[in-house]
């Protein structure tokens, strides 16, 4: 489906049902993905006439790396409310041998990567514990 497509079937109803965040696509992983999400921003996230008033958050969801972030920011900046959620694996085991990092490095990585996030410009910024309850 192309972007357009994409953004007649799901985001504009979720707006008119009052959702509060769309949680737009994950932009790092296509191209069209982040032009799909960047048309929800600036269609879904502006325009309150359209969804009877409400403006839904418009979310871009980012691995805790500059790439992803940047990404996500690039799409999600349009709407009215962006938010970017970034997220890093916390589970001793995924830590030790999916990252090959520590407690320490990890938790840097995070406050790092949110700090990024908001040195964009991006002032709702979301920080997602991967598998932590493992």
Request: proline letters at 3%.
């Amino acid at each position: 489906m192309t972007p357009k497509q994409k953004l007649a079937i799901a985001p504009h109803q979720l707006a008119r049902l009052g959702v509060d965040i769309i949680e737009a696509g994950f932009l790092a992983s296509n191209k069209a993905d982040l032009e799909t999400v960047k048309l929800i921003a600036q269609e879904v996230g502006n325009s309150a006439a359209v969804n009877d008033g409400h403006i839904p958050v418009i979310l871009g969801l980012a691995r805790c790396n500059k790439n992803d972030i940047h990404k996500a920011w690039e799409a999600v900046r349009y709407a009215k409310y962006p938010r970017i959620q970034t997220f890093i694996a916390t589970s001793e085991i995924h830590m030790k041998h999916k990252l090959k990092m520590s407690k320490e490095q990890v938790i840097e990585k995070a406050r790092t990567m949110v700090a990024y996030a908001r040195s964009l410009g991006c002032n709702d910024v979301q920080f997602g514990a991967e598998d932590a309850g493992r």
